[in-house]
């Protein structure tokens, strides 16, 4: 065995270092794997974050109280019976009570009346969410228009404080109350 074949030995066998080429390959397959396993587990956090189940549940809140608080602003005298229902079918609880006890009463008056009210949220937020025990609070601003016969429509906006409670159905109103122009929390906010 002579010189040229210890040469050509040394230039087939494999050094460590494996000269730049190779070097730059494994430092772009490593950052690639890197990236792809912070990739999957930024993605599993994110697919199992108990907080996007939360704000689906929100925005499903804000979106049951909305139709609800229409619902319940909007009454046209043609169409009593339909219009009555959709108030009980948004409604739950002692709301709902209060609104069938009342019923009769109510459609007479209307009926003598003749009035067509109709309601567009203007904004609303749900201020409170206990999913757990199902219970829910918003404030709603409304734009309420009444129309009654010979007379020029009369337009009101309205602050409204509602509570919702889960049901089988969904998220039904559960309770609804004026909010006066100078309401102030009964408790302090704990930003403060």
């Not at 009210?117 to 709603?140: H, K, N, P």
């Not at 409204?160 to 049901?167: A, I, P, V």
Request: glycine share 8%; proline share 3%.
């Amino acid at each position: 065995m002579g010189e040229a074949t210890r040469t050509e030995s040394r230039r087939t066998r494999w050094s460590p270092a494996g000269g730049p080429v190779r070097a730059v390959a494994v430092a772009l397959a490593v950052v690639a794997l890197c990236c792809a396993a912070w990739a999957g587990f930024s993605w599993y956090g994110a697919a199992h974050d108990d907080t996007l189940g939360y704000a689906a549940t929100r925005d499903e809140v804000r979106a049951a109280g909305e139709q609800a608080v229409q619902n319940l602003n909007t009454l046209d005298h043609r169409e009593l019976d339909s219009g009555l229902d959709s108030w009980e079918e948004s409604t739950t609880g002692d709301l709902r009570d209060q609104l069938r006890k009342g019923r009769e009463q109510f459609e007479k008056q209307i009926r003598r009346a003749r009035t067509v009210t109709s309601a567009r949220i203007l904004s609303s937020a749900v201020a409170e969410l206990d999913e757990r025990a199902g219970r829910a609070g918003m404030l709603i601003a409304v734009r309420t228009t009444v129309k009654a016969p010979k007379e020029k429509p009369a337009t009101k906006q309205t602050r409204m404080r509602g509570e919702l409670t889960r049901t089988g159905e969904g998220w039904k109103l559960s309770a609804l109350e004026q909010v006066p122009v100078g309401y102030t929390a009964t408790e302090p906010d704990e930003r403060d």
